[in-house]
């Protein structure tokens, strides 16, 4: 069973949170030799993988599950992994800045979920969300530039997407219709509004017109790769052939790309390397990483 996947950045190989016997434990994946190595044999959940700060390598995030789950940094170089800063409770969905110097997280730590970044070390840590009316903060996003962290927020009883500058500041809702996940790309947030319903809809970063792109999206199953969105048809999601679609952002018109037989397991993600010609999926059922080259 996979529990998530990231690529690393010279996009040669994939980090893998993946199941084979009592616990998940991350592996990297040659993409070149299509071999597999153990990073760690402790229990792993959702990469997050970033050039080294020495420049030979990468650094990696993660989550470890125990009787809490804290963030976890290894160097696949070393394997050595190191907590990133000690929890009793949960710090979940670590994403890395665009310059690798911060990580964005949400936390529970104080009995709600608030969203923290921290410094890559772990050693200063600033809270920049809650809000001041009461609502779980969660699925931090960065914009492009590092300034600002994108993340849901159901402060007011719905779940909207909010920003806050990432030194901290005062959060500004984005959203005003509904907002699950978002990710930034050029001068638009793109985002579902929930867990029920169909459609990406983009806006601009800092709110305005919302506009729906394609009606086809559904939360988990979409990234983004350079001007198009990819996809599982929601009509497929729980079926054993999944047909994988992209959307172009600057028409709408949704094609079809191929489909995938992997079973009739729930899609866990998908992901698309930097040169935008590599994308995955997993599922649940038979714990399958399924790569499509080619993708321009």
């Known amino acids: 069973m996979i529990f998530g996947s990231a690529f690393l950045p010279d996009a040669h190989g994939l980090l893998i949170a993946m199941q084979k016997s009592d616990a998940p434990s ?19 959940l959702l990469p997050s993988a970033v050039r080294s700060r020495s420049g030979a390598g990468v650094t990696v995030a993660f989550q470890r599950k125990a009787s809490s789950t804290v963030m976890m940094e290894i160097d696949p170089a070393t394997k050595s992994p190191r907590s990133i800063m000690p929890s009793t409770r949960m710090d979940v969905l670590p994403q890395y800045s665009p310059d690798g110097g ?8 104080e009995g709600f979920w608030a969203i923290f970044v921290c ?13 001041p009316e009461p609502g779980d903060n969660i ?20 779940s909207q997407i909010w920003r806050i500058p990432a030194r901290g500041g005062e959060a500004t809702p984005v959203t005003r219709n509904g907002g ?24 601009p970063p800092n709110g305005g017109p919302e506009e729906l792109v394609c009606q086809s999206v559904r939360e988990g199953t979409w990234t983004l790769a350079r001007d198009t969105i990819y ?12 047909k994988l679609k992209r959307c172009d952002l600057a028409t709408g018109r949704e ?9 009739a397991g729930v899609v866990q ?16 059922t038979r714990s399958e990483l399924m790569m499509i080259d080619g993708l321009r």
Not at 102 to 109: D, L, T, V
Request: cysteine-free; proline content about 3%; glycine content about 10%.
């Open 139 to 158: 699925r931090p996003s960065w914009s492009g530039d590092g300034r600002w962290v994108y993340f849901s927020s159901t402060r007011g009883g719905s």
């Open 255 to 263: 094609t079809d790309v191929l489909s995938l037989d992997g079973g």
């Open 102 to 109: 911060r990580i964005a997280f949400a936390s529970n730590r």
């Open 26 to 44: 991350l592996w990297r994946l040659s993409l070149d030799t299509m071999t597999q190595d153990l990073i760690t044999d402790g229990p792993a």
């Open 119 to 131: 410094d890559r070390r772990g050693s200063i840590s600033r809270k920049i969300a809650p809000l």
């Open 180 to 203: 699950f996940e978002a990710l930034e790309s050029g001068n638009s947030l793109y985002y579902v509004r929930n867990r029920q319903e169909a459609g990406l809809w983009r806006t």
């Open 231 to 242: 996809f599982i048809d929601p009509a497929f999601v729980e079926k054993r052939s999944k």
């Open 269 to 284: 993600g998908l992901s698309v390397s930097a040169a935008g010609d590599i994308l995955y999926t997993s599922q649940t």
